[in-house]
């Protein structure tokens, strides 16, 4: 069983019909690298999540994301970690 961590910059951005929703997330290779990737979507998005996710890919088995930084425009903690 190979653990590893995945980190993460997702952006949100507004929709025609006004709602936040998520943009393409960007892999980064250290939680320093995803929250400057975070910040820099943040400036020209609506927000942005920089976040955490460890387990094995080989089996799917993966431990619930860990939220590093929020900027901007987000949603609610609770509803970014009940995402699938």
Do not use: H
């Not at 190979?2 to 507004?14: D, G, K």
Request: glycine share 8%; proline share 5%; net charge negative.
């Amino acid at each position: 069983m190979a653990v590893v961590t995945y980190y993460l910059a997702l952006p949100f951005v507004w929709s025609e019909n006004g709602e936040l929703v998520a943009g393409k997330a960007q892999e980064r290779q250290t939680a320093t690298a995803a929250i400057r990737a975070a910040q820099a979507l943040a400036n020209t998005a609506a927000g942005a999540v920089a976040f955490s996710r460890t387990g094995d890919p080989s089996t799917g088995d993966f431990s619930d994301a860990e939220v590093i930084l929020t900027c901007g425009t987000v949603p609610d903690a609770d509803t970014l970690l009940a995402a699938p």
